[in-house]
C-alpha cells in the first residue's frame, strides 16, 4: 500500500489542465432578505480532493456548503456536480451527504439505527443494510456502542457516529461543517489524522467549512480563504501562507507584517520599495508590480532575524530600531522592535539554545535583517 | 445559583400556595363529611360517593364528557399540531397573520363569545346541536392551546436533525414521520392532556354549544352547585380533581424519571 | 425533468418511481399543513363572528331561531344584499338607551382591572420567591402552581361558595379567633367576585411573570448592589423594570378574559353585580334575545380587540426573541 505522504506528494490536478472539475460552481450568488450571503462566486473542486473552506463567520463558507447540499437554493449561477447541474434537485436526490457542526444524531435513534437510516432510504435490502451498519461501526470503532442512543455517548463518540451516519451512503461527496468544533484540543488533532485517512481509505472527495486556520493547514489539499462571499484565494496550505494573493490573505492566515510603500525601481524581476520615511527594501521574486504602483510589502515574524549587532556589511536589508515588547513563549520568543522611522515589527527568534549569550530585552537597541527573497510584494 | 430563599420569599410562597390549594383542600375534606350540612363536620364518611354511583344523571353526564373530551383532544391534537408546523415552519405564507390571530386568539376569548358565536353558526347552516357540535366546539378552541404548547418545541427544534434527514435521503414526509414527530412527541402528548381536561373542565362553551340529550358533566354540576352547595357534588368534584391530578402527576413523574436517566446516562458516557 | 435526469445518475441516488411519488406527496402533505388547521379556524372561528355581527342587526322574533331574516345559503349574493337592506343598527340603539348595558360594559371592566391589579400583587411576589428558589426546587413549584390550572375552573369557584358564604368556613373561623362577633356578608358582593378572579386566574398571572424573571440575570442585582445600591432600590430599578414584559402579559392574559367572565360573576357575586358575560348569558338564555345577545357580544369584542391585538404583538415578539 502506498503510504498517505506519497499519494498526496503527487496529487495535484488543479495544476493539470486536462483535469475535470469534480465540483463546479459557476458564478452562483446568495441573496437573503437583507444581504448577500454568496457573491458571484466560482470555484472548481476536484475528485478525491480534501478541501476546505476557511473564514471568519459569516463569509458565505457554510451558505456554501448548504447550497452544495440543497438546504439552500442560489439566487443566480450553477452548482455542477460530476458534470451534472444540481438546480432544482432537493437534498435528498443529491448524491452528496454531510455531517453536521451539532452532528444532529437522531436522539431516538440508536447508534445503529441512525447509521442505517440514509440506507433504509435507499430501500438497501435488510441483510446488506446489516452488513454496512456492521462494517461502518467497525469503521469508526464504535463497535460496543451500537445499541446506545446519542446521549450515552462522549462528544468524541458522537463525532464519529455522526461521520460513519454521513458516510456510510458511499456519497460521491462529504460534507463537513465544522466537524472538529466540538471537541477538545487534543481529541481534535487526533481527529484530523484520522479524517485524512478516511478520505485516502475510502476514496471520497470531502469539502470541509472551517474557520480554524491550524485545522485547514493540516487536512486540505487546497484551501479557499473567503470573505464576504467572495473566495480571495484558492491555493495549497503552503501557497497560501509563503505566497498570499492580498493583504486580507497575507493577514488572515497567521501572523506577517504588511509593510506600506511605493515602487521605486525595478530591475528584471527585482524591486526597490520605499516605505514613506525613506527606507529602503529589496525585493527578489517581486511579481508584476509597477514602479510607482502603491503595495505592501508582505513578511512573517520567522523570517526576520533579530540581533544587537549590524549584520554583515553588504546585506540588503538591514533596519535598526529598539525592542519595544517582547513575549517569551518557550519554543520561541517574538519580538516587537519598533523602527526607528516609527514602524513597529514582530519578529520571532527560534529558541533553538537554552541560554542565549546575548539576550535582547524592552528598549534595547536591536537590528533587524530579512533576505531579498523572504517576503512578497502584494499589490491588492 | 442562590442556595438560601430570604424570609420574604418563604412568606411569599406559603402565603401563596396556600391561597391556590387551601380552597380545594377544603373542598375535598368536606366531601367526606357525614353530615348533609356542609359546612358542619359530621364525623368521616364516604357515603356521598356510593350515593353518586346510583345517580344516573351524574353517570350520563360524565360518559358523555369522558366521549366528548377523548375525541375532541385527539381531534385537536392533530389540528393543533399542524397549525404549530405551520407557524413554526412557514414564515410567509398568504394570510399568514390572520392565521396566527386566529391562533393565539381563543387563548384569552371570553368563552361566552367563542361559545355564543359557534351556537349562532350551528343554527345557521342547520347542524342539529348535541354531541357532535360540542365536539367542534371543543376541537376549535382546545387546538390553540395545543397549538401554542407544540409550537414552543418546536421553535427550540434543532431543525439540523431534519436536514440531516434529508440529506440521508429520507423525503419531507419521510422526515417528519421518522425524525421530527418522535422528536416532538412528548409536546404533543401533553399538548393532547391539555386539550383533554380542557374539554372535560369547560362549562360555557359547552352549555351553548349542546342541545337537548346532550348533557357534560360540568353543566349537571353548574345546575346542581346553582341550587346550593351539597357534599354529593363535593364529591363529584374531588374524583374530577383526583383524575386530572393523578393523571398530571404520573406524567410529571415519568418525565422526571426519564430526566434523571438521561443525565446519569450522559455523566456515564463523559466519563468513558 | 431534472429529478429524472439525476436518478439516473446511479450513485446513491435510488431509483426513480418511488420517490419521485414521494415527492409529489411531500408537497402536497406541505400545503395541507397549512390549509387544514387554516379553513377549520376560518369555517368554526372566524366566520361565527361575521354571524354574530350579522345576526346582532336582525330583528328579534318568536320563533326557531328566535331572529329574523335568516341566513339561507341557497338564496345567493343578491338575497344577501337583500338582507343587508333589512339590517338595522336598532340593537345596539337599544344597548346604548338602556343604561343596564352601558354599567354592566363599565362595572366589567372596573371589576376586572381591580381584580388584575390583585392578582399582580399576589402573583408577582410568588413568581419572584420562585425564581429566586433553590434550582432543584423550582420544577417542584412550577408543577404546583400548573396543577390548578389543570383542574376544573367550575371546582374551584364551588370551592369558594363553602368558604364564603355567611355560615361558610371563613366566618367560622374568624367568629372562632374572635376578630368579629357577626358574620362577614362577603358572598354575593364584587369582594367575592375579585375573589373569584383572582384565585382563578393567578396561575396565568404567574407562570409568564416567572418565565422572564427566571432568565433575569442574578448578576445585574449583585452589579446594581456592587455599585451602591440597597436591595430594594436595586429592585425597582433592576428587577422590576426588566421583568415588565412579564408584567404586560400576565396582566393580558388575566385582564381579557375576567371582562367576559361568566361563571364567576354568577356563583358569588350577587343579584346587584353586573357584568357582561352574566348579562349575555341572561340575553340568550333568559330572555331568548338572540339578537341583542349577539349586540352585547360584538360591542364587548370591540371592548377586547385592543388589548388582544397587544397580547399577540407581545406573544410574537417573545418568540422572535427565542428564535
Not at chain 1, 450553477?78 to 447541474?85: F, K, T, V, Y
Not at chain 1, 514602479?291 to 549587532?309: C, D, L, N, T
Not at chain 2, 351556537?119 to 371543543?138: C, E
Not at chain 3, 400545503?31 to 376560518?42: A, K, N
Request: with cysteine.
Amino acid at each position: 500500500m502506498k503510504s498517505l505522504g506519497s499519494i498526496r506528494r503527487s496529487f495535484a490536478p488543479w495544476n493539470d489542465p486536462q483535469a475535470r472539475p469534480y465540483i463546479s460552481f459557476q458564478n452562483v450568488t446568495k441573496r437573503f432578505a437583507d444581504f448577500t450571503a454568496v457573491n458571484n462566486l466560482s470555484l472548481d473542486i476536484y475528485e478525491r480532493e480534501f478541501f476546505a473552506l476557511l473564514g471568519a463567520s459569516g463569509c458565505g463558507k457554510s451558505t456554501l456548503l448548504r447550497m452544495l447540499a440543497g438546504f439552500e437554493t442560489p439566487t443566480s449561477g450553477r452548482i455542477l456536480l460530476d458534470g451534472q447541474d444540481l438546480s432544482g434537485i432537493p437534498p435528498y436526490k443529491r448524491p452528496v451527504n454531510m455531517m453536521f457542526q451539532s452532528y444532529a444524531l437522531f436522539p431516538h435513534m440508536t447508534v445503529e439505527a441512525n447509521i442505517a437510516f440514509g440506507l433504509k432510504q435507499d430501500g438497501m435490502p435488510k441483510a446488506a443494510i446489516a452488513e454496512r451498519v456492521a462494517e461502518m461501526l467497525k469503521l469508526a470503532r464504535l463497535e460496543q456502542f451500537a445499541k446506545r442512543k446519542p446521549h450515552q455517548l462522549s462528544g468524541g463518540q458522537r463525532q464519529r457516529v455522526a461521520l460513519a451516519r454521513s458516510v456510510a451512503k458511499r456519497p460521491k461527496v462529504l460534507l463537513l461543517d465544522e466537524p472538529l468544533g466540538a471537541l477538545d484540543k487534543k481529541l481534535r488533532e487526533a481527529t484530523q489524522f484520522e479524517l485524512m485517512d478516511l478520505q485516502q481509505d475510502l476514496g471520497l472527495t470531502f469539502v470541509v467549512v472551517t474557520h480554524d486556520q491550524e485545522e485547514a493547514m493540516t487536512m486540505a489539499d487546497r484551501i479557499a480563504i473567503m470573505d464576504k462571499g467572495q473566495v480571495m484565494q484558492v491555493a495549497t496550505p503552503a501557497e497560501i501562507y509563503e505566497a498570499p494573493a492580498s493583504r486580507f490573505v497575507a493577514d488572515f492566515v497567521g501572523s506577517v507584517n504588511l509593510l506600506e510603500g511605493k515602487v521605486a525601481s525595478r530591475t528584471g524581476n527585482s524591486v526597490v520599495i520605499s516605505g514613506g520615511s525613506g527606507a529602503q527594501i529589496s525585493v527578489e521574486n517581486a511579481g508584476e508590480a509597477a514602479p510607482g504602483a502603491e503595495v505592501a510589502f508582505a513578511i512573517r515574524p520567522e523570517k526576520i532575524r533579530v540581533s544587537s549587532k549590524p549584520p554583515a556589511e553588504g546585506h540588503l536589508n538591514a533596519m535598526q530600531g529598539e525592542v519595544w515588547d517582547l513575549a517569551y513563549l518557550g519554543d520561541m520568543t517574538v519580538y516587537h522592535i519598533k523602527l526607528d522611522d516609527g514602524q513597529v515589527v514582530k519578529a520571532s527568534a527560534l529558541n533553538s539554545a537554552r541560554i542565549s549569550d546575548d539576550p535582547l530585552t524592552w528598549s534595547d537597541r536591536a537590528w533587524i535583517s530579512f533576505a531579498p527573497d523572504a517576503g512578497v510584494v502584494l499589490t491588492r | 445559583m442562590q442556595g438560601q430563599l430570604s424570609r420574604f420569599n418563604i412568606v411569599a410562597l406559603v402565603l401563596g400556595f396556600s391561597f391556590l390549594y387551601l380552597p380545594i383542600v377544603l373542598l375535598v375534606i368536606y366531601s367526606f363529611n357525614e353530615s348533609r350540612l356542609v359546612t358542619v363536620w359530621g364525623g368521616f364518611s364516604t357515603r356521598w360517593y356510593s350515593s353518586l354511583f346510583s345517580n344516573r344523571l351524574l353517570l350520563d353526564a360524565a360518559w358523555v364528557t369522558a366521549r366528548v373530551a377523548f375525541v375532541s383532544a385527539t381531534v385537536a391534537t392533530v389540528l393543533g399540531t399542524l397549525a404549530a408546523l405551520a407557524l413554526t415552519r412557514y414564515t410567509r405564507f398568504r394570510g399568514r397573520f390572520l392565521f396566527s390571530g386566529m391562533v393565539f386568539a381563543p387563548l384569552v376569548m371570553p368563552e361566552v363569545i367563542t361559545g355564543l358565536s359557534l351556537l349562532l353558526l350551528f343554527v345557521a347552516i342547520g347542524l342539529d346541536r348535541g354531541f357532535l357540535t360540542i365536539v367542534l366546539a371543543h376541537i376549535t378552541f382546545s387546538m390553540c392551546f395545543v397549538a401554542v404548547v407544540v409550537q414552543s418545541r418546536l421553535i427550540s427544534f434543532d431543525r439540523s436533525l431534519e436536514e440531516a434527514a434529508m440529506d440521508l435521503g429520507a423525503t419531507p414526509f419521510r422526515t417528519f414521520i421518522h425524525v421530527t414527530l418522535p422528536v416532538i412527541m412528548p409536546a404533543v402528548v401533553s399538548g393532547w392532556m391539555l386539550a383533554f381536561t380542557l374539554s372535560l373542565d369547560d362549562l360555557v362553551i359547552a352549555s351553548f354549544a349542546s342541545g337537548p340529550g346532550a348533557t357534560t358533566l360540568p353543566m349537571r354540576i353548574y345546575s346542581q352547585v346553582r341550587l346550593g352547595v351539597t357534599p354529593e357534588i363535593n364529591a363529584v368534584c374531588t374524583l374530577l380533581i383526583a383524575v386530572v391530578t393523578v393523571g398530571v402527576l404520573a406524567a410529571a413523574i415519568v418525565n422526571k424519571r426519564r430526566d434523571i436517566q438521561r443525565q446519569r446516562d450522559e455523566q456515564v458516557a463523559q466519563r468513558g | 425533468m431534472s429529478q429524472a435526469s439525476a436518478a439516473t445518475r446511479g450513485g446513491n441516488v435510488s431509483a426513480g418511481q418511488k420517490t419521485n411519488g414521494g415527492t409529489i406527496l411531500s408537497a402536497i402533505l406541505s400545503r395541507l399543513v397549512i390549509i387544514v388547521p387554516y379553513l377549520w379556524l376560518l369555517v368554526l372561528f372566524l366566520a361565527p363572528f361575521a354571524i354574530v355581527f350579522k345576526i346582532s342587526m336582525s330583528e328579534t322574533t318568536i320563533a326557531m331561531p328566535p331572529y329574523r331574516p335568516v341566513f339561507d345559503w341557497a338564496d345567493g349574493l343578491a338575497a344577501f344584499w337583500g338582507n343587508l337592506k333589512q339590517l338595522s343598527l336598532e340593537n345596539y340603539l337599544w344597548l346604548v338607551d338602556d343604561p343596564l348595558y352601558f354599567n354592566a360594559y363599565i362595572s366589567s371592566v372596573t371589576i376586572a382591572g381591580i381584580s388584575t391589579f390583585f392578582a399582580l400583587l399576589v402573583g408577582y411576589p410568588m413568581a419572584y420567591a420562585m425564581s429566586r428558589a433553590p434550582s432543584s426546587m423550582r420544577m417542584g413549584l412550577l408543577m404546583l402552581v400548573i396543577l390548578p390550572f389543570w383542574t376544573s375552573f367550575l371546582i374551584r369557584v364551588y370551592a369558594w361558595i363553602g368558604i364564603l358564604k355567611p355560615e361558610g368556613l371563613l366566618n367560622q373561623f374568624l367568629l372562632w379567633v374572635g376578630i368579629i362577633d357577626t358574620p362577614l356578608q362577603i358572598m354575593n358582593t364584587n369582594t367575592a367576585i375579585y375573589i373569584g378572579i383572582v384565585y382563578s386566574y393567578l396561575p396565568f398571572m404567574v407562570l409568564p411573570l416567572y418565565a422572564t424573571l427566571e432568565k433575569l440575570d442574578y448578576s445585574l442585582i449583585e452589579a446594581a448592589q456592587d455599585l451602591g445600591s440597597p436591595p430594594i432600590a436595586a429592585f425597582w430599578k433592576i428587577t422590576f423594570p426588566l421583568s415588565l414584559p412579564g408584567v404586560v402579559a400576565g396582566c393580558l392574559l388575566v385582564f381579557i378574559p375576567a371582562v367576559g367572565e361568566f361563571v364567576i360573576p354568577d356563583l358569588l357575586g350577587g343579584s346587584t353585580t353586573l357584568m357582561i358575560g352574566k348579562t349575555l348569558w341572561t340575553e340568550f338564555f333568559g330572555n331568548r334575545d338572540w339578537p341583542v345577545a349577539s349586540a352585547v357580544a360584538v360591542i364587548l369584542l370591540l371592548i377586547l380587540v385592543v388589548p388582544m391585538m397587544f397580547f399577540q404583538r407581545a406573544q410574537a415578539r417573545a418568540q422572535e426573541q427565542e428564535r
